[in-house]
Structure formats: structure tokens, C-alpha cells
């Protein structure tokens, strides 16, 4: 045991005579001694029996093995002055399971492209499981992490519908179908007790305008002539701007660029997204686009770029605000629906707009 364990420092001619001589500086021994210094001494506490090694008292403080001498440990200094052995390096870690992600990006690409270039319909098909997995992903959160009720029926019905008369009927179509949803949503939440009514009926509508109404702008793209070329470099630009901030951002980022709402993302990240999507932008709208122009496909992929950013921004937001990391776990290596339609869903009116604009909407 140690011995300033006892809360005072070890005395002069603690250990007691040996075989060295007397301890320099020790008081001399005898009767003297015992009438000088009887008053500046005191007895030398008791001290417990010290239980055998081994088990949870099996570590090195230092304790008396039964048998032998007490074992004196380095004075602290002593063990500060020894020098340690420098840690490894730490590789940086992407934070989710690459692996899992790559598998999973390219089997849902599989199944998009496949429903996208053979069946039209059953592609809108994937935007409708899409919009409802996504629904129910954001009002289960909102309802686990703040209590918010909002009415998942008029929501997942509305936003199907909202879709499919997007498709149908073009915007006017995806205009009535959300004025309707936002009704039923008012309706349906009247069932409930009147408490928390306006907080939950603003939550329902929000969530009806945040995921099915901007997911109806992929369906409208879909209806023009080469509505499945326009769909594919919509997704392309997205996912290589997400791809060249990750790229870039992990490389060479350093200069945080939102740190209050996400931390991980960088100012060079934001370059790397800008440059990859503007070079893709530039080849999709030059070779796929029925008359589009290369720099056409700059200024879209530039457009893209800053909308993705903003919309992974805005579900960061979301998110720590609820004070999650992952909308679900649907999706291994990435998350939820929710966690993958983050920069696709603000992106499609912006793309959808600017391919109207340069193309036109046949």
C-alpha cells in the first residue's frame, strides 16, 4: 500500500533500522529520545489486513503481499518523467458502414433505372412507396421525439394521390391534390381532443409539402417526351453533388460550413459539389437532353449543387431539433427514406423549372 495513502507523507525512519546503518538524519534512540520527543511523535495507525491478489482487487496499487515487505510505488513525478509511447495515428472514418451503402445505392438504382426506362408507371410506382415510407419515417419521429400527432391516413393517402395527379394532370393536378390533402389532414386531426390541435394540423401540413408535393415534380418531369432522360440526370447531378462534397469534404475539408446545424460539412465540401455537378451537368444536358446545350448543363448542375446543400441543410435541421442523427434504419449504411430523399426532394422543382426553361416541357 502506499504510503501517503494515509494522508500525510511518510516519516524519517519509517522503515525502521537495516542492515544500511541508521537513517541519516534520524532522531538517536534511548531514553533521551523518548523524553524530547514523545510530544512530536504519534502512534503509527493500524492497518487492515490486505486481501489476497486476484479477482477485482487484482491491481497494482501498491498493497503488501502477505509475506513479504510492503511494495513502495514511484513517486508520481517519477511516473510523469517516464516517457510514453505516442498513440497511432487515426485514420478518418466515413461514420457509416461503406460497404452497406455502396450495396444498397446500387441496388436502388437498379430498380429505379429498370422501372424508369421499361414501364413509366410502375417508376411512379417507386415515387409513391418512396413519398409513404418517407411520411411515415417523419411523423413517427415527430411523434416519438416531440409528442407531435400528425395524421399519417389523410397524409400517406394524399401524398399518393398527390403524385399520380402530378403525373397525370401536371401541376394543376399536384396544386388541388395537396389543397385537398391539407383538408383532410384539418378533418382527420378533429377526432383528436382539441389540445395541441394547431400544432399538429401545421406539422400535418408541413410534412404534406415537404415530401409527396415536391415529389410530384419527378413525376411531372417524367411526362415530357424524354421525361426519363430529364428523371435520370435529375438523380445523376444529385448524387454526384452529394458524392463530390463527400469526396472533397473528407479529403480536404478543414473551413466548417453550417457547424451549428451540421458539423461535418465544409466549405470545401461545398466546392467539391459545385465542381462534380457543373462537369455532369454539362455532359447529361449536352448528350441527353433532346436539345440542351452545355452550358445549359453548367448553370443546372450549379442550380442542383446549391439546392441539394440546402436541402441536406434543411433535414439536419430537422433533425436536431428532434435530436436524432437518422430518420430510420431502413436503409443500412444510410439511414432512412427520409435520410436519401434529403437532397433529391428540393432539388426536383428546381431541376424541373430550369429544364423547362432551356428545353421547354414537351
Same mark, same amino acid.
Given at each position: 500500500?502506499?504510503?501517503?495513502?494515509?494522508?500525510? +507523507?511518510?516519516?524519517?525512519?519509517?522503515?525502521?533500522?537495516?542492515?544500511?546503518?541508521?537513517?541519516?538524519?534520524?532522531?538517536?534512540?534511548?531514553?533521551?529520545?523518548?523524553?524530547?520527543?514523545?510530544?512530536?511523535?504519534?502512534?503509527?495507525?493500524?492497518?487492515?489486513?490486505?486481501?489476497?491478489?486476484?479477482?477485482?482487487?487484482?491491481?497494482?496499487?501498491?498493497?503488501?503481499?502477505?509475506?513479504?515487505?510492503?511494495?513502495?510505488?514511484?513517486?508520481?513525478?517519477?511516473?510523469?518523467?517516464?516517457?510514453?509511447?505516442?498513440?497511432?495515428?487515426? %485514420?478518418?472514418?466515413?461514420?457509416?458502414?461503406?460497404?452497406?451503402?455502396?450495396?444498397?445505392?446500387?441496388?436502388?438504382?437498379?430498380?429505379?433505372?429498370?422501372? !424508369?426506362?421499361?414501364?413509366?408507371?410502375?417508376?411512379?410506382? =417507386?415515387?409513391?412507396?418512396?413519398?409513404?415510407?418517407?411520411?411515415?419515417?417523419?411523423?413517427?419521429?415527430?411523434?416519438?421525439?416531440?409528442?407531435?400527432?400528425?395524421?399519417?391516413?389523410?397524409?400517406?393517402?394524399?401524398?399518393?394521390?398527390?403524385?399520380?395527379?402530378?403525373?397525370?394532370?401536371?401541376?394543376?393536378?399536384?396544386?388541388?391534390?395537396?389543397?385537398?390533402?391539407?383538408?383532410?389532414?384539418? =378533418?382527420?386531426?378533429?377526432?383528436? +381532443? +382539441?389540445?395541441?390541435?394547431?400544432?399538429?394540423?401545421?406539422?400535418?401540413?408541413?410534412?404534406?409539402?415537404? =415530401?409527396?408535393?415536391?415529389?410530384?415534380?419527378?413525376?411531372?418531369?417524367?411526362?415530357?417526351?424524354?421525361?426519363?432522360?430529364?428523371?435520370?440526370?435529375?438523380?445523376?447531378?444529385?448524387?454526384?453533388?452529394?458524392?463530390?462534397?463527400?469526396?472533397?469534404?473528407?479529403?480536404?475539408? %478543414?473551413? %466548417? !460550413?453550417?457547424?451549428?446545424?451540421?458539423?461535418?460539412?465544409?466549405?470545401?465540401?461545398?466546392?467539391?459539389?459545385?465542381?462534380?455537378?457543373?462537369?455532369?451537368?454539362?455532359?447529361?444536358?449536352?448528350?441527353?437532353?433532346?436539345?440542351?446545350?452545355?452550358?445549359?448543363?453548367?448553370?443546372?448542375?450549379?442550380?442542383?449543387?446549391?439546392?441539394?446543400?440546402?436541402?441536406?441543410?434543411?433535414?439536419?435541421?430537422?433533425?436536431?431539433? !428532434?435530436?436524432? %442523427?437518422?430518420?430510420?434504419?431502413?436503409?443500412?449504411?444510410?439511414?432512412?427514406?427520409?435520410?436519401?430523399?434529403?437532397?433529391?426532394?428540393?432539388?426536383?422543382?428546381?431541376?424541373?423549372?430550369?429544364?423547362?426553361?432551356?428545353?421547354?416541357?414537351?
Amino acid at each position: 500500500m502506499n504510503d501517503s495513502s494515509w494522508g500525510a +507523507p511518510p516519516q524519517a525512519g519509517y522503515w525502521g533500522p537495516s542492515e544500511r546503518g541508521p537513517v541519516q538524519g534520524a532522531a538517536p534512540a534511548g531514553p533521551a529520545y523518548d523524553a524530547q520527543y514523545a510530544q512530536q511523535t504519534r502512534p503509527m495507525p493500524i492497518v487492515p489486513d490486505v486481501p489476497d491478489f486476484g479477482g477485482d482487487q487484482d491491481d497494482d496499487r501498491g498493497a503488501a503481499r502477505p509475506g513479504g515487505p510492503p511494495i513502495r510505488q514511484e513517486p508520481q513525478s517519477m511516473q510523469d518523467a517516464a516517457p510514453q509511447p505516442a498513440p497511432p495515428p487515426q %485514420k478518418k472514418s466515413a461514420g457509416r458502414d461503406l460497404g452497406a451503402a455502396i450495396g444498397v445505392a446500387l441496388g436502388l438504382g437498379v430498380v429505379i433505372v429498370a422501372s !424508369l426506362f421499361f414501364v413509366k408507371a410502375v417508376f411512379v410506382g =417507386v415515387v409513391v412507396v418512396a413519398v409513404v415510407v418517407g411520411l411515415w419515417e417523419l411523423t413517427k419521429r415527430l411523434d416519438e421525439r416531440k409528442g407531435i400527432h400528425a395524421p399519417l391516413v389523410p397524409l400517406a393517402v394524399g401524398g399518393a394521390a398527390m403524385v399520380i395527379a402530378g403525373y397525370v394532370w401536371g401541376a394543376d393536378g399536384a396544386w388541388v391534390a395537396m389543397a385537398l390533402t391539407a383538408l383532410a389532414v384539418l =378533418v382527420w386531426r378533429m377526432a383528436r +381532443p +382539441p389540445q395541441d390541435y394547431l400544432r399538429d394540423v401545421t406539422a400535418g401540413v408541413f410534412a404534406a409539402f415537404y =415530401v409527396p408535393f415536391l415529389a410530384t415534380f419527378v413525376a411531372m418531369m417524367l411526362t415530357a417526351d424524354d421525361g426519363a432522360w430529364r428523371v435520370l440526370t435529375f438523380l445523376i447531378l444529385t448524387v454526384v453533388s452529394d458524392t463530390g462534397a463527400y469526396a472533397v469534404g473528407w479529403r480536404f475539408g %478543414k473551413r %466548417k !460550413l453550417a457547424p451549428r446545424i451540421s458539423p461535418g460539412k465544409t466549405r470545401e465540401g461545398l466546392a467539391g459539389a459545385v465542381a462534380f455537378a457543373m462537369a455532369a451537368g454539362a455532359l447529361c444536358v449536352h448528350f441527353l437532353i433532346d436539345g440542351g446545350a452545355w452550358w445549359q448543363g453548367l448553370l443546372l448542375g450549379l442550380a442542383v449543387a446549391v439546392s441539394a446543400t440546402l436541402g441536406d441543410l434543411g433535414e439536419s435541421m430537422i433533425k436536431r431539433d !428532434l435530436g436524432i %442523427k437518422d430518420m430510420g434504419t431502413l436503409l443500412p449504411g444510410h439511414g432512412g427514406i427520409m435520410d436519401r430523399l434529403d437532397s433529391l426532394l428540393p432539388t426536383a422543382p428546381v431541376a424541373w423549372l430550369l429544364l423547362v426553361i432551356f428545353v421547354g416541357s414537351g
